[in-house]
C-alpha cells in the first residue's frame, strides 16, 4: 500500500467502513502485526506512525489546532522483520476534540482501536500524572463497550469470572508514549528507567474510600486487561518554532535523544508487537480482520455491544464459507488436470490426493467449526465434483473404445456389403475377422473405464449380423448352426459379465474413496481440535502468569486485600484450566463417540446406499436389457432384409458368372463333339474306303483264281496230252506269265492293304475300328 487509506470514516458521529479500505484488507491472506495509536488530539500520534512505517510522509500532520485525522486511518507494510507477514498501522481520531465534543464517540473509537490491534500505543504529552491517567477514562468503560461474550454463553456459564479478568486473555499490549517530556527520571532520590516510571504511576493507593477508588479505578483497569506494559519518554524533537512544521524537518535537525528514542520504540514494536489473534489463539489475517471491523462497526451502529465470541462466530461462519471454496479450488484445479479417460484406480487415486490437499487448504483457514457443517459442505461439494469426473471420464472412455470398434469393424462391414461372407463357408471367414477384431480391440490400451461395456453393447450389435451370416451358409448343417448359436450366446454372457464385474469394481471402488476421504477427514479435524485447545490452554496459562506477576507485585508493596482479590482470580483462572481440561477430555470422548457413531451411520450409509446403487445398476441393467433387445429386434429385421439384400445380390450375382461359365463350357463342348462327329465321320469314310479296296481286291483275286484254275485244270489236259514225261514231277508255266509261283505271291500282295495309312488319326474312341481295318487288312 503506497499510502494510508481511511479504513472507519466518522461523519457526524456515524462510524461506517469505508469498502475500498475493506477490499484492500481482504487482498492480504498473511497473518497481520496490527499497531493502533490513540491518544489526545495535537499529541504527534501520526508522526509515530509514519516512522513505523519506514517513512516521512504518509499519515497527515497537523500544525493547526485542528484535529486531521477523523475515524480510523490504516497504512497496510511488508513487516520489516517478520517475513510474510503484513504490518497493519492505524492512526485514530484524536480524543477530546473540541469541535466533536462527544465523548461517547471518543469511547468507540478507543474501544475499536482495542478489538483491532495487537499492540496499542497511547501517546500523551508531559507527564504520566493524575490527569494523563484520568484522560484514560475509556478504559474504566471498556466492560460497558466490550463483551467477551454473549449474554446467553454467559448465563449458561457455571462460574462467576469477572470479564476483566479475562480480557487480559484477549487484549493488546499496551506501550505508553510519553512526549515533549521534560523532567528528570527519578522517584525518591532514585535513578529509575522508564517502565518503573510507568509502574509507579500506575501503582495503587490503600484504602477504601470515594477518593481512592476513584483514584485506583483507572490504574486497576491498565493493569488487569493489559498483559504486558511498556514505556518510552520522548524529549522533545525540535525547538518550538519548528514543531509546526516536523514532517519538512531533516532528520539531522532533530534532537539526537528524540531520534535514539524513537528507533528503540520502532525496534520494540516490530520486535515485540505479536500477531493479532483470536478468542482460542487464533492467528488473524488481513482477510479476517477486513470481517472483525465490518462486524464491530456494524454492531455500534445498531446501538449494540461489540462481543468477542459474537464477532469470531460471524467471522468464522464467513471464513468457513470462504475456506469451502478455497478447498474446493483447489480440487478442481488439480482434477482438470487429468486427461481423460484414464482407469478406476488412476482416477481414484488423483481424487484422494485432492481430496487430501483440498481438506488441508480448509483446514488451514477455517476455525470454530466444531460441528464439522462447513467440513461436511467441502466433503459433499468434492463428492459431487468427483461423479461428475467419473461421468466425463465414462463418457471419454466409451467415446474411444466405439471410435476404435468403429475402426477396426470398417473392413467386415465393407466385405459384408461386397458379399464376401455370402460364399459358401463365409461364416467361418467371418468368425476368422470377427476374433481378430476383438483380439485388436483388446491390444489397445488406454481405453478406459468403459471397454468391456462398450465392447458388450457392440458384440450384441454384431450378433444380429453374425446369425444372418450363419443362416446364409448352406455349407453348414442346422444342427451346427445350432450350436454355432449357442456358443456365441455363451460368449455374450461372458462379455455381459465381465461388464458387469467392472462395474461392480467401480461401484467398490468409489465407497472404498468415500470411506478413506471420511477418515481422513475425521484425522485432520482431531488434529486440528487438539491444535486449539493447544491455543487456549496458552492463553489460559499466560493470563495466569500475568496475574501471579500482578500478585506479587502487590504483595511486595503491601496490598494484600488485592492480594487476596488476586488470588480468587488466579484461582478461578486455575479452576478455569482445570475445567477446560475435563471439557477437552469430555470433548475428546464426545468426538470419539460421535466418530464411532458417524463411522457405524457412514457403514450403514454406505451399505444403504450399496444396495441402492445396486438395485438401481439392476433396474438400469434391466431397462437397458430391454431397450437393448427392442434395439436389437429392430437391428435385427433390418439387417436381415439388408443381409437377404445383400445376399440375393450377391447369389444373383455368382448364377449370372456361373450361367456364363457354363453356357461357355456347353459351347466348348459342343464344338468338341462337332469336332468329334467330324473325325468319325471321316474315320468311317476311310474305313469304307479300306473295306471296298479290299473286297474289290479279294473279288479280283477270286476271279483271277479262278480263272487261273481254269487255266491250270485247262494246262493239266494240255500237258497230260504232251510230251511231257509222266512223273517227271515238273510242272508247266501258266499261259501268259513270265513268272513263277513267287511271281504269284507278290501278286496276290499287291494290293499293300498292310501297309495303308489312315489319316487323321482317330481318337481313343475309335480304335476298335483301326484293329477292324487292321484285321481286315491282314485277311485280306
Not at 122 to 142: C, F
Amino acid at each position: 500500500m503506497e499510502s494510508p487509506v481511511c479504513l472507519i470514516e466518522n461523519i457526524d458521529g456515524i462510524l461506517r467502513v469505508v469498502p475500498e479500505a475493506a477490499e484492500q484488507l481482504l487482498k492480504i491472506s498473511q497473518p497481520v502485526v496490527v499497531v493502533a495509536v490513540v491518544g489526545l488530539y495535537r499529541t504527534g500520534k501520526s508522526y509515530l506512525m509514519n516512522k513505523l512505517a519506514g517513512k516521512r510522509k504518509g499519515f497527515a500532520l497537523g500544525a493547526t489546532i485542528q484535529s486531521k485525522t477523523k475515524g480510523i486511518w490504516m497504512w497496510c507494510v511488508p513487516h520489516p522483520k517478520q517475513k510474510d507477514h503484513t504490518l497493519v498501522l492505524l492512526d485514530t481520531e484524536g480524543l477530546g476534540d473540541v469541535e466533536k465534543g462527544d465523548q461517547k464517540n471518543d469511547a468507540w473509537i478507543f474501544s475499536l482501536a482495542i478489538l483491532l490491534s495487537s499492540t496499542l500505543v497511547y501517546n500523551s504529552r508531559g507527564t504520566i500524572d493524575n490527569q494523563a491517567v484520568e484522560n484514560l477514562q475509556y478504559v474504566t468503560e471498556l466492560t460497558e463497550r466490550i463483551k467477551i461474550k454473549s449474554p446467553s454463553a454467559e448465563s449458561a456459564e457455571d462460574d462467576d469470572d469477572s470479564e476483566d479478568c479475562q480480557f487480559v486473555q484477549f487484549f493488546p499490549s499496551f506501550v505508553w508514549a510519553v512526549r515533549d517530556f521534560t523532567l528528570i527520571l527519578e522517584i525518591n532520590g532514585r535513578q529509575v528507567n522508564e517502565d518503573e516510571y510507568l509502574e509507579h504511576a500506575l501503582s495503587l493507593k490503600k484504602g477504601k474510600d470515594r477518593k481512592t477508588v476513584d483514584y485506583n479505578l483507572p490504574r486497576e483497569c491498565i493493569r488487569n486487561y493489559f498483559p504486558t506494559r511498556k514505556c518510552f519518554i520522548f524529549e522533545s524533537p525540535a525547538p518550538p518554532e519548528k514543531m509546526a512544521y516536523l514532517e519538512s524537518v531533516d532528520e539531522g535537525e532533530l534532537s539526537p535523544s528524540f531520534r535514539a528514542t524513537t528507533t528503540d520504540f520502532c525496534g520494540y514494536i516490530y520486535r515485540e508487537s505479536r500477531v493479532k489473534k483470536l478468542k482460542g489463539g487464533l492467528p488473524v489475517t488481513g482477510r479476517m480482520l477486513s470481517h472483525l471491523a465490518k462486524t464491530y462497526v456494524e454492531t455500534i451502529a445498531s446501538g449494540g455491544v461489540p462481543c468477542l465470541e459474537n464477532a469470531v462466530l460471524a467471522m468464522a461462519h464467513i471464513e468457513n464459507k470462504a475456506a469451502v471454496e478455497e478447498g474446493l479450488q483447489v480440487y478442481q484445479k488439480g482434477m482438470h488436470g487429468l486427461q481423460f479417460p484414464i482407469s478406476m484406480e488412476e482416477i481414484s487415486d488423483a481424487h484422494r490426493h485432492w481430496d487430501s490437499l483440498a481438506t488441508k487448504t480448509f483446514m488451514s483457514r477455517s476455525f470454530k467449526d466444531g460441528n464439522g457443517e462447513h467440513l461436511k459442505s467441502l466433503a459433499d461439494a468434492i463428492n459431487q465434483e468427483y461423479a461428475n469426473f467419473l461421468i466425463k471420464n465414462e463418457d471419454a472412455s466409451e467415446k474411444i473404445c466405439r471410435e476404435l470398434l468403429s475402426k477396426l469393424s470398417e473392413d467386415m462391414a465393407k466385405k459384408l456389403q461386397n458379399g464376401f461372407y455370402a460364399q459358401p463357408g463365409g461364416y467361418e471367414l467371418y468368425c476368422v475377422d470377427h476374433d481378430c477384431l476383438v483380439a485388436e480391440y483388446r491390444k489397445k490400451e488406454n481405453k478406459g473405464v468403459k471397454e468391456e461395456e462398450v465392447l458388450e453393447k457392440f458384440l450384441k450389435e454384431k450378433s444380429v449380423e453374425s446369425n444372418s451370416v450363419l443362416q446364409a451358409d448352406k455349407t453348414i448343417s442346422e444342427q451346427e448352426k445350432k450350436i454355432h448359436e449357442e456358443k456365441e450366446k455363451a460368449a455374450l454372457l461372458e462379455q455381459e459379465k465381465k461388464a458387469e464385474e467392472q462395474k461392480r469394481l467401480e461401484l467398490e471402488q468409489t465407497l472404498l474413496d468415500e470411506r478413506r476421504a471420511q477418515e481422513e477427514k475425521m484425522q485432520m479435524m482431531k488434529e486440528k481440535m487438539e491444535e486449539d485447545l493447544k491455543l487456549q490452554r496458552k492463553e489460559v496459562e499466560k493470563a495466569v502468569e500475568c496475574k501471579l506477576n500482578e500478585q506479587r507485585e502487590l504483595l511486595e508493596k503491601g496490598f494484600k486485600d488485592k492480594a487476596e482479590i488476586m488470588s480468587q482470580e488466579i484461582e478461578n483462572l486455575k479452576k478455569k484450566k482445570a475445567k477446560q481440561r475435563e471439557a477437552m477430555l469430555q470433548q475428546e470422548m464426545r468426538r470419539e463417540s460421535e466418530e464411532r457413531q458417524l463411522a457405524e451411520k457412514l457403514l450403514e450409509d454406505q451399505k444403504i446406499s450399496f444396495q441402492e446403487n445396486m438395485h438401481a445398476l439392476k433396474e438400469k441393467m434391466a431397462q437397458e436389457a430391454a431397450l437393448a433387445e427392442q434395439e436389437m429386434g429392430r437391428a435385427m429385421q433390418s439387417k436381415l432384409r439388408e443381409q437377404e439384400e445383400l445376399m440375393s445380390r450377391g447369389f444373383r450375382e455368382k448364377q449370372a458368372a456361373m450361367e456364363e461359365e457354363i453356357q461357355k463350357l456347353q459351347e466348348e463342348i459342343k464344338e468338341t463333339k462337332q469336332k468329334q462327329e467330324m473325325h468319325r465321320i471321316e474315320l468311317l469314310k476311310n474305313l469304307a474306303y479300306v473295306i471296298s479296296e479290299g473286297v474289290s481286291g479279294y473279288l479280283e483275286y477270286k476271279k483271277m483264281r479262278e480263272h487261273r484254275k481254269l487255266q491250270a485244270q485247262n494246262s493239266k489236259t494240255t500237258f497230260r496230252s504232251s510230251s511231257y514225261p509222266s512223273g517227271s514231277g515238273a510242272k508247266p508255266p501258266l499261259k501268259g506269265s513270265t513268272q513263277g509261283p513267287d511271281s504269284f505271291k507278290k501278286d496276290v500282295q499287291s494290293p499293300g492293304l498292310s501297309k495303308q495309312k489312315v489319316s487323321p488319326k482317330p481318337d481313343p474312341g475309335t480304335g476298335g475300328q483301326k484293329t477292324t481295318e487292321q484285321k481286315h487288312g491282314t485277311s485280306v
